[in-house]
């Protein structure tokens, strides 16, 4: 037994100095290229954005050995650090036609040059400081993204759909594909974690996709992060080259270390599997509650219910031949005439969920509105909460 006791000890004397040889890495390493992809946990990471369309329900996956976007429905690319390709701009102008979204984030476009072109779209960069989005967008119009952004582009073409704009300067634009469509935004701070929940950029992010075709497999929206081009090509930063010298010996012993420790102490690694069924579409509780959570630090749960309103309009639009852009009065007329036994109903809880809007509704209001709203979709018989 005590033969054993300090065996491990040795070990774990080796894995702190292996320890310290990381944390040597990671000090030089920090100075190179930040990790902006899903996975990354930083400021300029999009690990947040990741987990959170998670929670709502979306199926989400990501891009890393290679760019093949696969049975997807959205693809998201934020801060590319190598060049989008030929035949990759060739491969998502593709995929936006057969229906697919495509939403690119960046402020500098020579990592996007194929994809402007076959957009037709220009940029020019400049410095703001906050971005209004568009009225028509699900939100307030005088809700703004992009606060403290500074360096974004602007863009400008003859097919653009303005989405978000600083004055006359389009931030954040749509270009229709066929069936699909590519939207471009000029920061990629909108995605990181570091300003995620910042102003409206969340509610704004979650109402492009929202804009996606139902898909027709018949479950949540496949997005894809695309992580493939947030490796960071050899630029000349040393990042790299830190890998390939005496400081890769250490991580190599530590890491035997570890695999040593874990089979002298009968240790394992990984964790527990989750019990929730990831192919479940969030109940309409769900949903909601974990959009409220976002809004929780601006107590800002009005805009949970002004979204989920016009979702309401916009789902039950779309399974009775609605046009959902009316407003309230106009669209429950004419949902008598298409579909006299809906109205009532949908008319009762959009005029709850307005006046919740106008309000400070509390976290059990909405989930109220949920369930009612829950049930309302079993009577019309077919879910909206998709």
């Not at 874990?262 to 109940?283: C, F």
Request: charged share 20%.
């Amino acid at each position: 037994m005590i033969g054993k006791a300090r065996a491990q000890w040795r070990i774990l004397t080796i894995i702190a100095v292996s320890m310290l040889l990381l944390m040597a890495i990671q000090a030089v390493a920090g100075t190179g290229t930040p990790d902006t992809s899903s996975r990354g946990k930083g400021n300029s990471g999009t690990q947040a954005l990741y987990e959170w369309l998670s929670a709502l329900g979306y199926d989400t996956r990501r891009m890393e050995s290679g760019f093949t976007i696969g049975d997807a429905d959205v693809v998201i690319i934020n801060d590319p650090q190598q060049r989008i390709t030929f035949d990759e701009t060739t491969e998502l102008v593709n995929f936006a036609r057969r229906g697919g979204e495509v939403i690119v984030a960046t402020n500098i476009e020579q990592t996007i040059p194929s994809l402007m072109a076959a957009l037709e779209v220009t940029a020019q960069e400049d410095s703001v400081q906050s971005v209004r989005i568009a009225g028509d967008q699900g939100g307030d119009p005088e809700a703004k993204i992009l606060e403290g952004s500074g360096q974004v582009l602007v863009w400008d073409g003859p097919r653009t759909t303005r989405l978000a704009s600083a004055g006359l300067r389009d931030i954040a634009v749509a270009v229709d594909l066929g069936a699909g469509r590519v939207v471009l935004l000029g920061s990629p701070s909108i995605m990181r974690n570091a300003f995620l929940r910042e102003g409206a950029n969340a509610p704004f992010l979650l109402h492009q996709i929202e804009q996606l075709s139902p898909p027709t497999h018949g479950g949540p929206a496949r997005i894809a992060f695309d992580d493939y081009h947030n490796q960071a090509a050899g630029d000349g930063s040393g990042t790299a080259e830190i890998f390939t010298g005496p400081l890769l010996l250490g991580m190599i012993v530590g890491i035997f270390a570890l695999v040593a420790f874990l089979l002298a102490s009968g240790r394992h690694l990984g964790r527990p599997r989750s019990t929730r069924d990831e192919g479940l579409v969030p109940s309409a509780a769900e949903y909601v509650l974990a959009v409220s959570q976002l809004f929780e630090r601006s107590s800002d749960r009005g805009s949970v219910a002004k979204r989920y309103a016009d979702d309401l309009k916009r789902r039950v639009g779309r399974l009775t031949s609605v046009d959902p852009r009316l407003d309230d009065e106009a669209f429950i007329a004419a949902l008598q005439i298409n579909d006299p036994v809906a109205a009532g109903p949908t008319a009762a809880w959009l005029a709850r969920a307005r006046s919740l809007a106008a309000g400070k509704p509390s976290e059990s209001d909405l989930v109220a509105l949920a369930k009612a709203v829950a049930d309302l979709e079993g009577a019309i018989g077919s879910p909206l909460a998709q």
